[in-house]
């Protein structure tokens, strides 16, 4: 159970008392962070430029991105633009003989190719050509 005052105006810490159990009490200074208007937005930005530039380590399937509120049909162009860019390159490698370490152990394991297709058609964009050498 934690015992504490509020904190006064001006006053930047709080001391707590937490005790567990019947024989153990301790203190705990807390301090509040406020987090500016300006840094909070710079954080959103950050993490959506993350979900743009390196969509498979935000989103678990291409078709999670068509679903994204937070991205604007442009961002989602260029995340599924970034994706199947990927996808091809895992592709090409893997017809290569030369597979990722964890490519094909599970279903979800693979380059996700068909499923970029899939999410690019659903926001009414096409794959980029790729002539065959």
């Known amino acids: 159970m934690f015992a504490s005052s509020p904190l006064p105006l001006g006053k930047r810490t709080r001391s707590v ?4 159990g019947r024989n153990f009490a301790f203190d705990v200074t807390v301090i509040p962070i406020t987090i500016s208007r300006e840094a909070d937005m710079t954080r959103k930005t950050l993490a959506k430029d ?13 078709s ?3 679903k994204a509120p937070e991205l604007t049909p442009e961002e989602k162009k260029k995340a599924l633009n970034t994706w199947e860019q990927d996808a091809r390159q ?3 490698a893997s017809n290569e003989g030369m597979p990722g370490p964890e490519e094909g152990l599970e279903k ?5 190719f068909d ?9 009414g964009q096409k794959p980029k050509h790729k002539p065959s050498h």
Not at 17 to 20: F, L, M, R, Y
Not at 50 to 62: G, H, I, L, R, T
């Open 17 to 20: 008392t937490a005790s567990v």
């Open 115 to 123: 499923d970029v297709v899939r999410a690019k058609d659903a926001i």
């Open 90 to 92: 895992l592709l090409t």
């Open 50 to 62: 993350q979900k743009v530039e390196n969509p498979s380590s935000a989103f678990d399937k291409p």
């Open 108 to 112: 979800k394991d693979t380059h996700q």
């Open 64 to 66: 999670d991105v068509v």
